[in-house]
């Protein structure tokens, strides 16, 4: 009975909503984009928004320009120490010798002898034939191939 009563009441609650918006008039309802964004027309708040992001990356880029800076006037002064000085001018030299060593073995070589050695990461091998010397150089980044006259 509680059940009947109950469904009764919603029923009659719903057809008296029913009947007072029957006569109510429709309108299309309309909504006006204000954000610049979402292609509404107030181009002052887009102009303020890219002036925003235009300033964040002037920022980051003049930080990232003055990091850059701060790292090159650091490595620059350990670069000119005395000791890294007299470091380069040790390693010039004795990149001198090997080179000299190098090219006195080449150059005492007979046509179709051919030899090698390694260096670190760098192997050379070399190879003499009658006109000219084919020298290969191997690095981990690739391979350099040199072809060298021998002369008359």
Not at 139 to 151: I, Y
Request: aromatic share 4%.
């Amino acid at each position: 009975m509680k059940q009947l009563a109950w469904v009764s009441a919603n029923i009659s609650l719903v057809l008296g909503i029913l009947l007072c918006t029957a006569d109510a008039p429709a309108a299309e309802l309309a909504y006006t984009l204000q954000s610049p964004l979402l292609g509404g027309g107030n181009a002052v708040l887009l102009q303020i928004e890219n002036n925003r992001v235009s300033a964040i990356k002037q920022k980051a880029t003049k930080e990232a320009a003055d990091e850059q800076a701060r790292k090159n006037t650091e490595q620059q002064a350990i670069n000119n120490s005395p000791a890294a000085r007299f470091a380069n001018a040790l390693q010039a030299q004795m990149f001198m010798n090997i080179s000299q060593q190098l090219s006195q073995r080449i150059s005492s070589l007979q046509p179709g002898q051919s030899g090698s050695f390694e260096a670190g990461d760098v192997q050379v091998a070399y190879t003499r034939n009658s006109s000219s010397v084919h020298v290969v150089i191997t690095t981990p980044t690739g391979n350099t191939v040199l072809e060298l006259p021998t002369g008359p």
